[in-house]
């Protein structure tokens, strides 16, 4: 587990200066919206249609595309200020990196439960953690000029 925050200083060290803390600032942002659409769509399917109460596993599925199109969105035109062609290409990128940062922050909580801390202390971690390697990525992979 001491190699992944290495490895997110070592991505964050590469990237250019110039602009990173406003852009890292507006990633965050959106990654806070995208956190209340995320649970917004996944509390409104569950709670209020009884078909998605007995399909949690679906719900979480479609609350969490609904925030990743929504995050490339706001990503794309107020973050990173990239709406040239391309566009699906990027998409692809950026769903792959965020399925990927899902993928991270359930491994990270699972190991940190598992080593007895609190869970919503794992989240949070997994989440700070997560939200580096997004960034990282996002910006010098989707997102690169």
């Known amino acids: ?5 290495r490895a997110l200083a070592c991505l ?3 990237l250019p200066r110039r602009q990173t803390a406003g852009e890292f600032l507006r990633f965050a942002t959106v990654g806070t919206i995208n956190f209340f659409l995320d649970y917004g769509v996944y509390i409104g399917l569950t709670r209020g249609l009884a078909f998605w109460g007995r399909h949690i596993v679906l719900a979480a599925t479609v609350s969490f595309v609904a925030a990743v199109i929504c995050s ?3 990503n794309t035109f107020w973050t990173f200020r990239c ?3 391309g ?9 792959l990196v965020a399925t990927g ?3 991270w922050n359930a491994l990270i909580i699972f190991v940190l439960t598992e080593l007895g801390m609190y869970d919503l202390l794992a989240k949070l971690a997994a989440t700070a ?4 390697w997004n960034y990282a990525l996002q910006k010098k992979w989707t997102f690169r000029s």
Do not use: N, Q
């Open 1 to 5: 587990m001491p190699m992944l925050p």
């Open 12 to 14: 964050l060290e590469r």
């Open 72 to 74: 490339f969105v706001l």
């Open 83 to 85: 709406a040239s062609a």
């Open 87 to 95: 566009w699906h290409r990027r998409a692809g990128k950026f769903f």
């Open 101 to 103: 940062g899902l993928a």
């Open 129 to 132: 953690l997560v939200l580096v």
